[in-house]
């Protein structure tokens, strides 16, 4: 191997590893908005046991019993796995509950509180309980 080829292998490891180091510093300084995440993305950054609470507290202004919000709450993950920047290319879904976009009514899909809000409007109207599309996403896969 030449000396030239050498040269330029070690300055491409280099240089690799420089932005390997730099993206590890973002994600120790700022986790959140680490690997490109917008401002807004940050700000409405949820974590998965943060969408279980939201989900549950939403549950409750709905009135829904126990056994309700934790058919929410399990829809939610088999839906997603409680995480609201889950998305589903072949299918158009984004959120926690797998929404289409066009029912977010214009508000950021990733806010976890709007598609939890959405997703119980669209539960209701279908289904009238949590209950009932957790049965429905047993059976058929989705709800």
Not at 23 to 44: E, I, K, V
């Amino acid at each position: 191997m030449s000396d030239d080829t050498r040269a330029s292998l070690l300055w491409g490891i280099a240089v690799a590893a420089f932005i390997v180091a730099c993206g590890l510093a973002a994600l120790a300084l700022h986790p959140d908005t680490a690997f490109g995440m917008t401002y807004h993305q940050a700000r409405y950054h949820t974590s998965q046991a943060k969408a279980r609470s939201l989900i549950r507290a939403e549950a409750r202004t709905w009135h829904y019993g126990y056994a309700n919000r934790e058919a929410l709450v399990k829809l939610a993950y088999r839906e997603s796995r409680w995480h609201p920047w889950s998305r589903s290319s072949m299918h158009g879904c984004w959120g926690t509950f797998q929404l289409r976009y066009t029912m977010c009514l214009g508000r950021p899909w990733w806010d976890a509180t709007w598609n939890t809000h959405r997703a119980i409007v669209y539960i209701r109207h279908r289904y009238h309980t949590p209950i009932r599309a957790l049965a429905h996403s047993y059976r058929y896969g989705w709800y």
